[in-house]
């Protein structure tokens, strides 16, 4: 059931492989299930062996909803470009797996000063899933591994791609003059505005694809100081996967109320019943009485409205950085900031050097220079207190051993 089988596009110039047995030709997603190796294979029949086909079964079943559904697409990328290294140099099957730490770094290093850092992180990652289904050792933590990664990131070009700037209050304030929050499609963008920026979570977080997970239970809370506030489990996290997390929002008494925005949401799509996930739209009239709101026509109906106002145009990940300013600057504490968007203490102090960055290229009136001066002494004030050391964090953001997921 986690297989997608969409049917496989022809591969674009410059990714094609060997044909090969090993390697059928399958959609990106489905490559780390069904792509094998030697070594994949030995490990199937050692499965088969101590357990009966239909408990082996389930239990390859039990690990295959773990990755989403874009993170799966990703490492496939990955798999196909180490596989053309491979083929390139005429390294043998049982080589491939397990990867040793040379062949990791020559991978690497074929690939230094072409191909950005992040692209290659990326694809290492992807090799490290595909070693991890199949239960081979990874040698990836080695350390002539790590030193090459640290060069491949010196090295590496930059980004052509142009920087995007944060959501802003500005952004929002534009969405909700735009949108007619009491029909359904609007209620749920609107709501999803709202709880993605004021709860520091990416997109891809609060809008779940992959599976129909259900209405999570969403406790309403007036608390003694008069404050209003909404909590509810989100079933899956860049960082913490299944396990998921809690997004708590906590209501304003302007028009940008996340609270608010969720009740209106529930009102106005109140025929969804509670076998759906919480951010879809009630569709009457359709032969499905609802329908999932979805990243990309979330975005469009967003965009629509920033173009016209000549706003900068933003991702997805634009809310998690934006929400986290807008707190930050508003006086909250940066504890509590990074334990809502779900940071560690390192996490957060690196986010912040992504976001000096970001933020000067936003063509936003909403962030000064005063505010990013403000943001420095915020983030200098929660180093010291956290007695991270300096040089510490500048190591780990030149290409240390922090993880992509904690970012």
Sequence with gaps: PYLFKTKPRKPAKGREITQSAFRPHVAAADRLFVWRTPFGDASDARLAAELPPELADTARLSIMGALAINTRNSYGA???RF???CDTWDIPEPSRMPASYALLCAFIGAHRGSTPGGTLKQWMSGIRAFHLVHRAPWYGDDDWVHMARISANKEGPK???PARAPVSIEHLLCLRAGLNIETPQHAAVWAVALVTFFGCRRLGETLITARDEGLPPISFRSHRDGARSASFHIPWTKTTREKGASIIVTARSDDLCPVKALENHLCVNRAVPDSAPLFVFATP?????WSHLIKSSFLATCDGFWSAANLAHVLGHSFRIGGAVELLLAGVPPDIVAATGGWTSLAFLLYWRRMEEIL????SRAYRRAHLDDL????ESFRVSQKIPADFVSACSDGGRMSSFEL
Excluded: H, N
């Design 285 to 289: 009239g359709a032969l499905q009485p």
């Design 376 to 379: 420095a002494k915020i983030f």
């Design 78 to 80: 990955g798999l196909t």
């Design 360 to 363: 000067p290229m936003s063509t």
């Design 83 to 85: 596989t053309q290294f």
């Design 159 to 161: 980004s052509t791609r």
